[in-house]
């Protein structure tokens, strides 16, 4: 968890595309903001790593709408294709477990999977989530500080014996 708005978001992608330029080769999603030119609210694409496609997965709702704009297909869509690498794939990034992984859905079966085996796995996460987060992770999860640097030296740490897979 980062503490501004997107924070978040620009941390998992700095730390993703480190790692690839290191030579691993994750499995998973970052996400990246563009603002519109309406100045409604920004349009939510994620990087399906480690080179793509690139998916909106956010909705144009309208400018004065308040309800969730998240495109529940296009989020499975990025689902399907990260669950298909992930077994190729050194670790796993999730730009972040929200609504759809706390109600049981989106990523939420993909990092169970990672974890069977036995990838490190790296989420984003709110407040909004925190507490069905921490409930689903079962006491394994293991907070570190919103810093690129501590981030990357967990995954490296954590992929160290792993080193095994071609990107």
Known sequence: ???????????????AQSIIKAGYCPAGTTQINTARPDAGPCDM?????????????SQSLGR???????????LEAAVALVQASLP??????????GKHEADGRGFRTVIAEA????LPVLVGLNAL???PFFEFSGGIAEKI??????????????????????C
């Open 45 to 57: 694409d994620v990087l399906v790593l480690p080179g793509g496609p690139t998916l909106r997965i």
């Open 115 to 118: 974890l069977a085996l036995e």
């Open 88 to 97: 190729e794939s050194d670790c796993l990034i999730v730009n972040k477990f």
């Open 1 to 15: 968890m980062a503490p501004g708005r997107g924070d978040t978001d620009l941390l998992l992608h700095r730390v």
């Open 129 to 131: 989530n925190a507490e």
């Open 64 to 74: 004065e709408a308040r309800g969730c704009r998240l495109d529940p297909e296009a």
């Open 145 to 166: 500080e919103p810093s690129a640097d501590d981030l990357k030296h967990w995954l490296l740490s954590s992929m160290a014996s792993r080193h095994d897979v071609a």
